[in-house]
């Protein structure tokens, strides 16, 4: 649309129709508005508040959380270049600098007619296919120059994205090692017909008999935590399935959706039956709009069979459904809370707890709220058996995990293996014969240096919720870890001091580092922050945030003492460097254009 008065009226008056005027779905609402306009006007939130009845303030606050929302024009086409440390060792920011010179616009900046905006995103979930972007939200993955070259004629020819080459589009499951879960022969309608004639109870038990634990990376057990949701006071209850998938390096979710979606809602519907609940949501990370109408298709065909809806396979009084919700850019919803709190179209602030979710979740229901993996698995358990699922794996981890495989290595994709896999097997089988480290379970996990690659992928040893990113003997562990605290220090909510301004200081630390400023001090710094965060901080981002910077520090400490150019304090700042953007603009870069300190006794 062209962001007249009338059509933002028609989009604003269609989309709270849609959605029964429900303020629950204001996160919903604002992003089919700007689908529609192009983006929030204030025109926009005008109307939505006179239609939904709520305060001005709240809207433009979640407006202005999620990084995929816009309350100012953004170019026709907005180009997001995904940031992840996988993408950065593929050429990414060098691909970016070619575009902007090609379309003559500054990155992070619209271009002067509108047309075109340029600017990063923390990561697409595409690290097996990068370099990626995002197009108006849209995935295009391996990325050359010649792609670029493409994709700029495209744009200065105004050429609608629906039109543009499929190829640039695709995505690939990569799937490089089946085991029982992407290897099985999923029928859908199987599990439930199992459980069906099991019973309620007789499922829940089968499910604790399994051992099966939480995919998402904490591990809790699922049969206890079905159990403690079926316990609750209360009348109705919710299965919320997490598909925001933001952990840089994890795309093992993008595949079950895409390829196993009948399982994860099966899954889904398992659990509606344990647990007495007639309402299930899905959230779909933002980066994955690509998605939503296929899951959406799977959905409906899903009804058409009665595998959904009333009265399930025939069964009176099994009443179960499904709804997606789309994220829009927010990494701290991957966590539990701060994703129920989106749900219910707020920002996704995480919640103090006690109380959880099993007992006060969506809109203070009883909430059962499991990983993409952990539903597609209790398919499994309920067709095959909990003593049978209990036998693979390790005593403490049961069943398989799905590892996400990126970065040095011949054959990235994913890779299924029974827990109690070491790390040196997976480097074999994925061919990172060259790795000096492994980042297990991405950022907020752990580097693993090559003395550790025999430990193994359990909840016992080294616990992951799925990323395996690899690096060879060429990388600097240091500007990984740099990259990893930019993540964070982006990525935060925003809602407590010790994050908010912790991720900020740990960032220009390692800035200050990389630019030839570093001394002991720093270090011992960073070290200060970590209790500082690990004890302060009111959600895992800001306990997990130093991680990646201790243990590169711990690991591959010359990285680290070959950027401590002074015994003393230094400062941060530096006159010359300050000057860059100066010496931009004029078009100068002579010696007198360039600031030289003082040195010894004239300083």
């Given at each position: 649309?062209?962001?007249?008065?009338?059509?933002?009226?028609?989009?604003?008056?269609?989309?709270?129709?849609?959605?029964?005027?429900?303020?629950?779905?204001?996160?919903?609402?604002?992003?089919?508005?700007?689908?529609?306009?192009d983006?929030?006007?204030?025109?926009?939130?005008?109307?939505?508040?006179?239609?939904?009845?709520?305060?001005?303030?709240?809207?433009?606050?979640?407006?202005?959380f999620?990084?995929?929302?816009?309350?100012?024009?953004?170019?026709?086409?907005?180009?997001?270049?995904?940031?992840?440390?996988?993408?950065?060792?593929?050429?990414?920011?060098?691909?970016?600098?070619?575009?902007?010179?090609?379309l003559?616009?500054?990155?992070?900046?619209?271009?002067?007619?509108?047309?075109?905006?340029?600017?990063?995103?923390?990561?697409?979930?595409m690290?097996?296919?990068?370099?990626?972007?995002?197009?108006?939200?849209?995935?295009?993955?391996?990325?050359?120059?010649?792609?670029?070259?493409?994709?700029?004629?495209?744009?200065?020819?105004?050429?609608?994205?629906?039109?543009?080459?499929?190829?640039?589009?695709?995505?690939?499951?990569?799937?490089?090692?089946?085991?029982?879960?992407?290897?099985?022969?999923?029928?859908?309608?199987?599990?439930?017909?199992?459980?069906?004639?099991?019973?309620?109870?007789?499922?829940?038990?089968?499910?604790?008999?399994?051992?099966?634990?939480?995919?998402?990376?904490?591990?809790?057990?699922?049969?206890?935590?079905?159990?403690?949701?079926?316990?609750?006071?209360?009348?109705?209850?919710?299965?919320?399935?997490?598909?925001?998938?933001?952990?840089?390096?994890?795309?093992?979710?993008?595949?079950?959706?895409?390829?196993?979606a009948?399982?994860?809602?099966?899954?889904?519907?398992?659990?509606?039956?344990?647990?007495?609940?007639?309402?299930?949501?899905?959230?779909?990370?933002?980066?994955?709009?690509?998605?939503?109408?296929?899951?959406?298709?799977?959905?409906?065909?899903?009804?058409?069979?009665?595998?959904?809806?009333?009265g399930?396979?025939?069964?009176?009084?099994?009443?179960f459904?499904?709804?997606?919700?789309?994220?829009?850019?927010?990494?701290?919803?991957?966590?539990?809370?701060?994703?129920?709190?989106?749900?219910?179209?707020?920002?996704?602030?995480?919640?103090?707890?006690?109380?959880?979710?099993?007992?006060?979740?969506?809109?203070?229901?009883?909430?059962?709220?499991?990983?993409?993996?952990?539903?597609?698995?209790?398919?499994?358990?309920?067709?095959?058996?909990?003593?049978?699922?209990?036998?693979?794996?390790?005593?403490?981890?049961?069943?398989?995990?799905?590892l996400?495989?990126?970065?040095?290595?011949?054959?990235?994709?994913?890779?299924?293996?029974?827990?109690?896999?070491?790390?040196?097997?997976?480097?074999?089988?994925?061919?990172?014969?060259?790795?000096?480290?492994?980042?297990?379970?991405?950022?907020?996990?752990?580097?693993?240096?090559?003395?550790?690659?025999?430990?193994?992928?359990?909840?016992?040893?080294?616990?992951?919720?799925?990323?395996?990113?690899?690096?060879?003997?060429?990388?600097?562990?240091?500007?990984?870890?740099?990259?990893?605290?930019?993540?964070?220090?982006?990525?935060?909510?925003?809602?407590?001091?010790?994050?908010?301004?912790?991720?900020s200081?740990l960032?220009?630390?390692?800035?200050?580092?990389?630019?030839?400023?570093?001394?002991?001090?720093?270090?011992?710094?960073?070290?200060?922050?970590n209790?500082?965060?690990?004890?302060?901080?009111?959600?895992?981002?800001?306990?997990?945030?130093?991680?990646?910077?201790?243990?590169?520090?711990?690991?591959?400490?010359?990285?680290?003492?070959?950027?401590l150019?002074?015994?003393?304090?230094?400062?941060?700042?530096?006159?010359?460097?300050?000057?860059?953007?100066?010496?931009?603009?004029t078009?100068?870069?002579?010696?007198?254009?360039?600031?030289?300190?003082?040195?010894?006794?004239?300083?």
């Amino acid at each position: 649309m062209n962001g007249t008065e009338d059509s933002v009226a028609d989009a604003v008056s269609a989309t709270v129709a849609r959605y029964g005027g429900n303020p629950h779905y204001v996160l919903q609402m604002l992003r089919e508005i700007q689908e529609s306009c192009d983006w929030i006007s204030p025109e926009a939130i005008d109307r939505l508040q006179s239609a939904l009845c709520l305060p001005r303030t709240k809207i433009e606050g979640v407006a202005g959380f999620y990084a995929f929302l816009y309350s100012r024009p953004r170019g026709r086409y907005r180009v997001l270049f995904s940031d992840n440390i996988t993408d950065r060792m593929l050429g990414n920011l060098e691909l970016l600098d070619y575009m902007c010179e090609q379309l003559w616009v500054e990155r992070g900046k619209t271009s002067e007619d509108g047309l075109v905006s340029i600017d990063t995103a923390s990561c697409t979930g595409m690290c097996d296919q990068g370099p990626a972007l995002l197009v108006n939200n849209y995935a295009v993955t391996r990325m050359t120059r010649d792609r670029v070259d493409e994709i700029c004629e495209l744009i200065r020819d105004k050429v609608p994205l629906a039109d543009w080459p499929q190829e640039y589009f695709r995505i690939d499951d990569q799937v490089r090692r089946k085991d029982i879960l992407l290897g099985s022969a999923f029928a859908p309608g199987d599990a439930l017909s199992a459980a069906l004639a099991r019973g309620p109870e007789a499922l829940l038990a089968e499910i604790k008999t399994s051992n099966l634990r939480g995919r998402g990376g904490a591990g809790f057990g699922t049969g206890l935590k079905w159990e403690a949701c079926r316990s609750a006071e209360g009348g109705a209850r919710c299965v919320v399935c997490n598909a925001d998938e933001g952990e840089p390096g994890t795309f093992k979710d993008r595949v079950l959706l895409a390829s196993y979606a009948d399982m994860v809602f099966e899954g889904m519907t398992l659990c509606a039956l344990a647990i007495g609940s007639e309402r299930g949501m899905l959230y779909l990370r933002g980066e994955y709009r690509y998605l939503l109408d296929q899951l959406n298709a799977v959905l409906e065909r899903r009804r058409r069979r009665k595998l959904l809806g009333t009265g399930i396979l025939g069964r009176s009084g099994f009443d179960f459904d499904i709804e997606i919700h789309l994220g829009a850019g927010a990494y701290v919803c991957g966590e539990e809370s701060a994703l129920i709190e989106s749900l219910e179209g707020k920002r996704g602030t995480p919640r103090n707890r006690p109380p959880f979710p099993v007992t006060h979740g969506y809109l203070g229901q009883p909430t059962v709220v499991n990983n993409v993996e952990t539903f597609a698995a209790s398919c499994l358990i309920v067709q095959r058996g909990g003593s049978w699922y209990a036998g693979i794996g390790t005593p403490a981890s049961a069943g398989t995990k799905i590892l996400s495989v990126s970065g040095d290595c011949a054959r990235p994709g994913l890779y299924e293996y029974p827990f109690g896999i070491s790390v040196s097997e997976v480097l074999q089988d994925c061919g990172g014969l060259d790795a000096q480290a492994v980042q297990v379970s991405g950022p907020s996990g752990t580097c693993i240096a090559a003395p550790e690659f025999g430990r193994r992928i359990a909840f016992e040893d080294i616990p992951t919720a799925g990323a395996f990113m690899v690096f060879d003997h060429s990388r600097d562990m240091f500007e990984v870890a740099r990259n990893f605290v930019h993540f964070f220090a982006h990525e935060s909510c925003g809602f407590c001091t010790p994050c908010r301004v912790g991720t900020s200081l740990l960032k220009k630390l390692m800035d200050k580092l990389n630019n030839g400023h570093g001394s002991p001090y720093d270090l011992a710094e960073i070290e200060k922050l970590n209790r500082l965060l690990q004890s302060m901080s009111h959600c895992g981002l800001g306990h997990s945030a130093c991680n990646p910077v201790l243990d590169t520090i711990a690991k591959f400490r010359p990285a680290y003492e070959k950027r401590l150019q002074h015994k003393e304090f230094e400062p941060a700042f530096d006159l010359d460097r300050a000057l860059r953007k100066a010496r931009q603009m004029t078009g100068r870069d002579d010696a007198g254009a360039h600031f030289a300190p003082a040195s010894g006794s004239d300083r």
